[in-house]
DNA sequence: AATAATTAAATTGCATGCAATCTAATTTTA
DNA sequence: TAAAATTAGATTGCATGCAATTTAATTATT
């Protein structure tokens, strides 16, 4: 038979496989990098985000990674650990917690830019290519939130 | 000022976050279709391998899906433990483990093809847009391989 | 207003995932 | 061939990552 639904789904299959590594070698390359700063790959992407828009609840933290509190919880607690976070209760609503970032916390982004061209540089893509992968890595991420 | 540095830093202008989120998207999805055999989505794919080509090394396996012997250890005596697999010492080399199916180990294998198509249904991606993608990831897989 | 439902974060428990180290077996080399 | 180097797996320790449950605060319902 071998049809053209046989096609996509046995693609659709094998692509499961390369996400999966690829995500687990991307955090693997970082860490060396980040070893300097005393961060994870994970506290780093939550520092990112909060580079982007300090003064953020752990949910939208969450959501903008796709993590939960159970992850979140103990993170954030190493980072105020090392000085860079700081949490306190939003006001208006005492089940929210608010994070914003330290002095430290804003001064690591200096240093940190020349982390992200390091790992650059071992993805050895072209400009289009990547291009490319970026939108179609969004287009699974979003079919993904759609069905839940 | 918004600044090169700014823009490098954005979680948007990556291209590893969306790597390493599909990645962890990727086995989060697979986990309520594989709980019913008792599997998680790492031994999922250990048994792939051996269901590929029965009696390899855990070094071998390992290669295969990028994880290292502190990962592969426990998960194979897991593996052992629900009947799936079984281990012995090669014979010509007496450091090397060879794992093999068992009879439940194989049988297994008629049963969980229906679990792949349900995953694809939710990766939305038509045919060429998944050969693009899949051609890409191992771009970068490979890349990365090349300096190690 | 009192109760029910919902929500945010914390907690618990289990399964990776990996660096670093260790042990035993095999190869290389002096 | 004896010592050194290498290699395959096992072990240890730490950091996720997530489902499921719990707790406290807020919102919706009656």
Redesign the interface.
């Known amino acids: 038979m071998n049809n ?1 639904g046989d ?3 046995k ?17 693997r ?2 860490q060396p990098y980040l070893e300097k700063y005393d961060l994870t ?1 994970t506290q780093y ?1 939550v520092l ?2 909060l ?2 828009k300090d003064h953020v609840s752990v949910k939208e933290i969450g959501s ?3 993590l939960d509190s159970g992850t979140l919880t103990p993170l954030l607690n190493k980072l105020i650990k090392k000085g860079y976070i700081r949490k306190e209760k939003a006001p208006r609503d005492e089940r929210e917690l608010i994070i914003s970032l330290t002095k430290e916390g804003e001064e690591l ?2 240093e ?2 020349e982390v ?2 390091k ?2 540089k ?4 072209n400009q289009e ?2 291009k ?3 939108t ?9 939130k ?2 839940e």
């Open positions: 053209y096609e996509i789904l693609l659709s299959n094998q692509i499961c496989f390369p996400l999966y590594a690829t995500g687990k070698e991307i955090v390359r970082y790959y992407i990112m985000v580079w982007e903008h990674l796709y982004k200096k940190i830019i992200p061209p790992i650059a071992k993805v050895k893509l290519e990547a490319m992968l970026y179609l890595l969004y287009k699974v991420l979003d079919g993904f759609e069905d």
